[in-house]
């Protein structure tokens, strides 16, 4: 007897969640409940989805009976709340990047799934899912470049001009190319190389902060222009380079150069050259097949959104799910066989951290040591720090 996989509550009215219902839906799993900010687009959204259960209220979503998976895209500064609070419950959690505006943001999240280490707990980083990815991942273990040394990442896409003022304007809330991007950057060379961020520099830039509907008072604030540099623990170095200036196709392209030869991750295509080659050869080809996106139900509009390696990766990760899902006869049980490749929220942790000193080694000027500091900052220091001297009792 097939077990019946787990129904399903999303939060969040955003492109990516637009895009993860109907891949959720055609892997099988029932979406029974959403909600969104306003009323308003909670209702367009059931509307367009087919989704019977609506609601601007969290706790409705996270208690409803037939929600044992939570999935959750929204603005980044409610993501981790909403999170701990379904795993304190028993639900299932899947968080789409970014997890947070800052490191300490995430850290409910992070907390709670020690907590409950037997409940899925895992970051949508569909990139790690690529075919091309994965091919490149077991290429470097096998010793196809020999030692990785310098790594080189450029993604160029257009800036997309808000209509209305939200958080991805605003940089304190988690907006800007270094979060929407370059997160999942650091996070796919952290998981392909085996190494990890110790020091970095990098320049973050905002050129345009009014638009013809974002003007007088209000300005935007987050970076659309991100370049930075990280030295890796296992002696490599990275550059990154994250251009939103650049009208026309979404590139991005990864460059991995290693003692014996190179790895180059265009799009969703992978492509090789060892030293003593006088050709780079495709070792991976993975082409667009929009008749099977279009199967999915995933409009059009959403798919302009998305870059196509992005979505290609998630629809792969979702099937995960599933196959997790499948392999457990109890109805919450899953098994971590299938999502072993995905990114859990200790990653996220680490890539928010990194992310965060990047930004502080662009206001200093100068290049910062990446250091995880796994507790909540103090909300007053100096008051902090003359409580902790005084001999005064508050009672």
């Known amino acids: ?21 109907p891949m959720l839906k055609s892997c ?18 059931s509307e367009d989805l087919d989704i019977s259960t609506f609601t601007t209220d969290v706790d409705k979503v996270l208690l409803h009976k037939d929600v044992d998976l939570v999935v959750i895209s929204c603005s980044p500064h409610l993501q981790a709340h909403i999170a701990a609070k379904a795993l304190g419950i028993g639900k299932h959690v899947l968080c789409s990047p970014p997890s947070g505006p800052r490191s300490h943001d995430t850290l409910p999240m992070v ?53 209305t003022f939200d958080w991805m304007c605003d940089e ?14 650091v996070d796919l ?18 050129y345009t902060k009014q638009t013809e509907h974002i003007k007088g008072i209000r300005e935007i604030t987050s970076d659309d222009f991100c370049s ?37 991750l265009k799009g969703a295509d992978l492509y090789g050259q060892k030293h003593d080659r006088v050709k780079e050869e495709l070792l991976h080809f993975d082409p667009v097949n929009y008749k099977d996106i279009d199967s999915l139900g995933i409009s059009e509009k959403v798919r302009g959104d998305i870059p196509v390696a992005y979505m290609k990766g998630v629809i792969r990760m979702m099937e995960s799910v599933r196959d997790a ?25 680490y890539v928010q951290t990194v992310l965060d000193t990047v930004r502080a080694a662009s206001k200093s000027r100068q290049s910062m040591k990446v250091t995880m500091t796994d507790s909540q900052p103090e909300p007053n220091p100096f008051l902090s720090t003359a409580m902790r001297r005084s001999t005064f009792s508050l009672h």
């Open 1 to 21: 007897m097939r077990k019946m996989l787990p129904g399903v509550g999303v939060f969040g009215n955003t492109p990516a969640m637009r895009c993860y219902i």
């Open 28 to 45: 099988g799993l029932e979406v029974v409940a959403l909600w969104a900010r306003t009323t308003a687009e909670a209702q367009e959204m």
């Open 111 to 163: 907390h709670a799934s020690r907590y409950y280490p037997r409940l899925m707990s895992l970051m949508c980083n569909g990139l790690r899912f690529l075919p091309s990815v994965v091919k490149m991942r077991s290429l470097v273990k096998d010793g196809f470049l020999g030692e990785p040394t310098i790594c080189e990442v450029k993604v160029h896409y257009g800036q997309r001009l808000r209509t």
């Open 172 to 185: 304190m809330m988690g907006g800007g190319a270094l979060n929407m991007y370059g997160g999942m950057i």
């Open 189 to 206: 060379l952290s998981h392909v190389t085996g190494q990890r961020a110790t020091r970095v520099q990098g320049m973050l830039k905002t």
């Open 228 to 264: 930075f540099q990280m030295e890796l623990d296992g002696g490599a170095c990275a550059t990154v380079t994250l251009n939103g200036h650049v009208p026309g196709q979404f590139v991005q392209e990864v460059i991995i150069v290693g003692t014996k030869g190179r790895l180059v």
């Open 325 to 349: 899902f499948q392999q457990v006869e109890e109805r919450q049980g899953w098994s971590g066989g299938p999502l072993e490749a995905a990114a859990t929220f200790e990653d996220c942790f």
